[in-house]
């Protein structure tokens, strides 16, 4: 037995089932009935365990057809994960109505959350979209540390962001449609190094639609070296023979 040729190959079996299960989280709002409320259901729920904080399942807009999540007026829902190292891809996609021009609605991604006291944690990722100004802005409070960007708001249109974290270094970069909103920061000023929970929060305005909401685990880079370490060693066997 070629003992060198056996681990590497096992070695590339594991590093593959790594890869093979790097999407932890995937929701597209298409599993649950139209205009039913969220809360409840899939691990969603309303901000502090509030059914009343819960948001309606709409077939109004929908990136990936037939639903989204219509958040407006009192909604303010959750979802928690457990996500407490590596890299790590986040994406969501928004649509923003042109005819909502009042008052401000919140994209908050969290490194900690409790629903006791009626609902509180840390806050890694605070993106305010303004919709009497148009734009949206990052930041604000001792949880983001100055930091503030802004960018126009794309309305009646289906835009992503995506959120590259960093719980081994502490760091996020945030980006719009793939352009970079602001520098790269910490991922967490204080609470924990975690992924710990999306916010999705109306602040009694909307509607905003959200869809396709993914958490991606991003291979280390030691893993896919690996990867091509086996794949180069099982080529230049078959050409040996």
Not at 1 to 6: F, K, L
Not at 58 to 64: T, Y
Request: charged share 10%.
């Amino acid at each position: 037995m070629n003992t060198t040729r056996t681990i590497l190959g096992l070695s590339v079996v594991v590093a593959m089932a790594c890869v093979a299960q790097a999407q932890d989280f995937n929701e597209n709002f298409d599993g649950y009935a139209a205009g039913s409320n969220l809360h409840g259901q899939g691990g969603w729920k309303g901000w502090g365990g509030s059914a009343g904080a819960g948001a309606v399942v709409s077939s109004s807009q929908a990136s990936s057809a037939p639903n989204s999540v219509n958040i407006t007026g009192g909604s303010d829902l959750v979802h928690e994960f457990s996500y407490s190292s590596g890299l790590w891809r986040i994406s969501i996609d928004q649509y923003v109505p042109s005819s909502v021009t009042t008052g401000q609605s919140y994209l908050i991604f969290m490194n900690q959350y409790t629903d006791a006291g009626g609902g509180g944690g840390n806050w890694s990722i605070q993106t305010v979209a303004d919709l009497a100004a148009g734009t949206f802005a990052e930041g604000g409070g001792s949880d983001f540390a100055g930091h503030t960007s802004t960018l126009p708001i794309v309305r009646d249109a289906w835009s992503t962001w995506t959120l590259d974290v960093n719980l081994d270094n502490n760091t996020v970069q945030q980006y719009y449609n793939g352009a970079a909103f602001g520098p790269s920061h910490q991922w967490q000023q204080s609470g924990a190094n975690a992924i710990g929970a999306i916010d999705l929060f109306a602040n009694n305005t909307g509607p905003v639609y959200y869809d396709n909401l993914t958490i991606q685990q991003i291979p280390e880079p030691s893993v896919l070296a690996l990867i091509g370490l086996g794949g180069l060693a099982f080529g230049l066997r078959r050409r040996v023979r």
